[in-house]
């Protein structure tokens, strides 16, 4: 992503890259905590549903992370160059997707 950042999007260094990257670890700590938060209360909601079990609960949380993960991909494409905390953010994005089921 350090590279990505470098060639394609003009990060003027690997420091300031790295810097960007940082929002990864963010966006995955966050995303990682409330993935755990909701399926945790989809279960408890629907725990008079026997038919789904609990990984069926699981599944719906992974599966509208996987769906928000490719929106991401293409909002990290679209945005500009210049644009230093808007990339930052989309980083942040995507960690928070990948991180978080």
Known sequence: LVFYLMS??????????????????VGGFIGGTLAGFMSDWLIRSRAHQKAEGHVGQRVKIVMAYVAATLGILAAIRAVPAHAGWLQWATIAGLGFCIYGP
């Not at 003009?10 to 300031?16: F, I, L, R």
């Open 8 to 25: 394609v999007k003009g990060a003027a260094d690997a420091a300031k890259a790295a810097v960007m990257v940082s929002g990864l670890e």
